[in-house]
């Protein structure tokens, strides 16, 4: 019974700890001048790169969802400096300040309504 109980604590212990993601866990597209032989090329390149910046970091992750997202990051920054297309929030990809026009001065007419027949819509 010891033996067992000691057995289910290590393997408990071991899945506890945080390990290397095997792979990015978010979509990456090659960009619009780059073939797939490029695009291969980049992503192993990235997953390298990837793999020996978390590996050689000072600061491990406290769970697997860490690890990933930490993963995930580096290679998106990597992927993306080589010019391939990588998600990006929602908040960012639409430009939410819009144009701001003063009202007109107090006492200002109204513009003039055109007269004649108006041109067909479009």
């Not at 790169?49 to 590996?55: F, I, K, N, P, V």
């Not at 990051?73 to 297309?85: A, E, F, L, P, T």
Request: aromatic share 6%.
């Amino acid at each position: 019974m010891l033996q067992i109980l000691t057995i289910l604590i290590s393997v408990f212990l071991l899945s506890a700890c945080s390990t290397m993601p095997s792979g990015p866990s978010i979509l990456v597209l090659p960009g619009g001048d780059k073939n797939f032989d490029q695009f291969h090329n980049d992503d192993l390149q990235c997953r390298q790169l990837t793999h020996t910046q978390l590996a050689t970091s000072q600061q491990d992750a406290d769970s697997r969802e860490e690890a990933q997202q930490n993963y995930d990051i580096v290679y998106i920054q990597c992927m993306y400096g080589k010019g391939h297309k990588v998600p990006v929030p929602g908040e960012l990809m639409y430009d939410t300040e819009q144009e701001w026009h003063p009202p007109p001065p107090p006492n200002t007419p109204a513009p003039p309504k055109p007269s004649g027949p108006r041109p067909p819509s479009p």
